[in-house]
């Protein structure tokens, strides 16, 4: 691991990987910002806003989530929100600087009696200039072309985890099917978003497993959200991890796993997501170098708190971070 590669490669090994977790942090931090700044412009970061169109009553039993039926955190299951409701937000997130929306239901899968509302909330936003995401559950290979032929830019399904992990935090869905849905969205033709969820009490190889399934998708995601686990009471494991050393990852290993995100899937947009309202600004600013360069902004993610607009803009002002316009977004993305 002498000479740091700009390659794109899909062949990564875990011995690989772990070998990258395993540098001193100086030297990992320096090859990831090399690696970034060969596909990506510096100081730049996506804004990205995520709105929950249709919230609780999920059937899965997803262990870190406040939106499953088997979870008692409170939240009350709504009904797919109208249309028109989601389209204002979405103006709502453009005038507010955001170039991306992502609308997410708390669905194992949508319905087809759905797909007409969901094809129209795609729709509707697209034609703000806005890229569109959706996470919706598992896809039908039939849902993903309605989806593509809407002209949905991503998909998001996170594997959540590494392979051995997964069947720790959720039952109800296997490892594979989140695989199957992964390959229905790319035979359509619809960019992946793909991440996980790190903080969730696992060691760092299951860390290099989780970054590994990633880096050796037959394509690399589009964008990697990199969520930090927010212990909701309730949940199966905010209960378990509450009061714990393991409820909160440190933030020099989440740091170097975002790192070692940036160097195995060098073109990715990688995002920080979940969890980021407790960090400090010099963890952020820590993760900016290390390659990130998308987060989501707003009060709120689905039904988690968020840092907001105004202490993002001040976070960007002391670190001299500009916000992604759309143009560079989209230039970028056709490269």
């Excluded at 596909?39 to 997803?62: F, N, R, Y």
């Excluded at 559950?137 to 830019?153: I, K, S, V, Y």
């Excluded at 998708?217 to 309730?234: D, I, R, Y």
């Amino acid at each position: 691991m002498d000479e740091v590669t700009n390659a794109v490669r899909n062949d990564w090994t875990r011995d690989e990987i772990a070998a990258l977790f395993d540098l001193p942090f100086d030297e990992l931090i320096w090859r990831a910002q090399t690696v970034h700044r060969a596909h990506h412009a510096p100081g730049q970061v996506q804004l990205s806003t995520l709105l929950s169109i249709k919230t609780g009553g999920c059937p899965e039993d997803c262990g870190y989530c406040s939106q499953s039926v088997s979870a008692e955190s409170g939240v009350k299951a709504t009904k797919l929100m109208d249309v028109r409701a989601v389209l204002q937000a979405a103006a709502q997130a453009k005038d507010n600087g955001s170039t991306r929306f992502c609308m997410g239901a708390a669905w194992r899968n949508p319905k087809d009696r759905d797909m007409d509302a969901i094809v129209a909330m795609v729709e509707g936003v697209r034609g703000m200039g806005l890229e569109t995401c959706m996470t919706l559950g598992m896809l039908e290979p039939h849902q993903a072309d309605r989806l593509a032929a809407a002209g949905l830019d991503y998909y998001n399904h996170n594997i959540d985890t590494s392979p051995e992990r997964y069947g720790d935090v959720i039952t109800t869905r296997t490892f594979q099917e989140r695989l199957d849905t992964l390959d229905a969205v790319r035979g359509a033709g619809i960019n992946v978003c793909c991440g996980g969820i790190v903080g969730m009490g696992e060691t760092r190889d299951d860390r290099v497993g989780f970054v590994h399934a990633l880096a050796t998708l037959p394509e690399h995601p589009g964008s990697v959200p990199v969520n930090a686990l927010v212990p909701v009471k309730g949940t199966v494991l905010g209960d378990m991890l509450a009061d714990t050393p393991l409820a909160r990852i440190d933030e020099i290993e989440f740091v170097r796993t975002v790192a070692v995100a940036r160097i195995t899937m060098p073109a990715s947009m990688v995002r920080l997501s979940a969890g980021r309202e407790s960090m400090s600004d010099s963890a952020q600013a820590l993760c900016f170098m290390a390659g990130a360069n998308s987060i989501f902004t707003g009060d709120k993610l689905l039904t988690a708190g968020n840092a907001g607009d105004d202490k993002d803009a001040a976070l960007f002002a002391k670190l001299g971070v500009t916000p992604m316009a759309a143009e560079c977004r989209l230039a970028q993305a056709a490269e």
